[in-house]
């Protein structure tokens, strides 16, 4: 078959920016995207960067930007590309600096890893013999699968917020550091001082729950949910004093008492240790009241609300 290719190429010494180059190529209509970069690369076009190592969906060296989306070249078919999008545009990973075509620099991606400590603090393990010391195998099941991540940096290359704030750790890092908060070796003293510094700025609380992540892993690792997991462990832990985690404690609670969200409540209860974000946030409250779009802050709870309040009970809050 052949076919159109669209590559964004860049070299850091001729180009001021990354352009888009139009390719035409005969290939078997079986090839993977890699196979065809690495066909185009020794037919045609001698200089393309790109990385690859196993070819096998392993090393995650081959993710890049496939017609939108982050996938790894090697277990891409050509074919079912075309079929749905007919045409195939090949671009490097975002929110991380070009070095060459389709060659990012991930030192800061690793850097972020770096960040969560991903090891164990455990005064356990020091005192336990090494023949002793191995993982339960019962336990594995509370990691929810973030331990087969490749760290193919899919997930941070679909990040919105990495997008606008290159200080978050990013889903990666964090899904990283969940796997060690779930793991059991690890003393509670020592877990607690990890979501510590998990919920300072550019943590935990900064995702947004867009759930890209999640669908570009490929190994389904779902670092969202290993977020959220974190988020659910910070508050157990007594670290939810920060406007995000209020703003979860006190929805709970409003829903919990009245059967529904008061919306003219729920800020009063999230801001009221910052006065001066509280006044910043009092002008759109007056405007939707006077609009009719708040409720007034009391109110008597719901018909029905001896059955919500079940649920809570139910499921332990």
């Known amino acids: 078959m052949r076919i159109h290719l669209k590559i964004k190429r860049y070299h850091p010494e001729w180009d001021r920016e990354p352009q888009l180059k ?19 690369k020794e037919e045609e076009e001698g200089g393309l960067a790109l990385r690859y190592s196993c070819r096998s969906a392993i090393c995650g ?20 590309e075309y079929e749905r999008f007919e045409a195939l545009k090949i671009e490097p990973l975002s929110n991380a600096p ?14 972020k890893l770096g960040e969560v400590s991903p090891w164990l603090h455990s005064e356990i393990l020091k005192e336990t013999p090494a023949d002793q010391a191995g993982f339960p195998k019962e336990a594995f099941n509370e990691f929810h699968n973030v331990d087969a991540c490749i760290m193919c940096g899919a997930c941070a290359s679909a990040c919105n917020s990495l997008e606008v704030s290159s200080g978050f750790m990013g889903p990666a890092a ?50 969202m949910e290993a977020i959220i997991r974190l988020r659910r462990e910070a508050l157990k832990a007594g670290l939810g004093d920060s406007p995000a985690g209020r703003h979860i404690t006190a929805f709970v ?18 801001l009221w240790k910052s006065p001066e974000k509280l006044l910043q946030v009092f002008p759109l409250a007056l405007k939707m009241w006077v609009r009719g779009k708040l409720p007034f802050i009391w109110h008597w709870p719901i018909k029905g609300i001896r059955s919500i309040r079940k649920i809570f009970k139910v499921r332990g809050f």
């Open 253 to 270: 609670n409003i829903v919990k008492k009245e059967g529904r969200l008061n919306e003219g409540l729920q800020p009063l209860k999230m």
């Open 98 to 111: 070009v070095i060459k075509d389709l060659v990012v620099d991930q030192a800061p991606f690793w850097g």
């Open 22 to 40: 139009d390719y035409y190529l005969d290939i078997r209509s079986d090839l993977t995207v890699l196979e065809t970069l690495i066909q185009l």
């Open 174 to 223: 964090l899904a990283k550091a969940y796997r060690f908060v779930a793991d059991p070796r690890e003393a509670g003293q020592e877990k607690k001082k990890r979501l510590r510094a998990l919920v300072e700025p550019n943590g935990i609380w900064d995702c947004v729950r867009c759930n890209f992540c999640v669908e570009v892993c490929p190994k389904d690792v779902k670092p």
């Open 61 to 80: 060296s081959c993710t890049m930007r496939i017609n939108g989306s982050e996938k790894l070249a090697c277990q891409t078919s050509v074919r079912e």
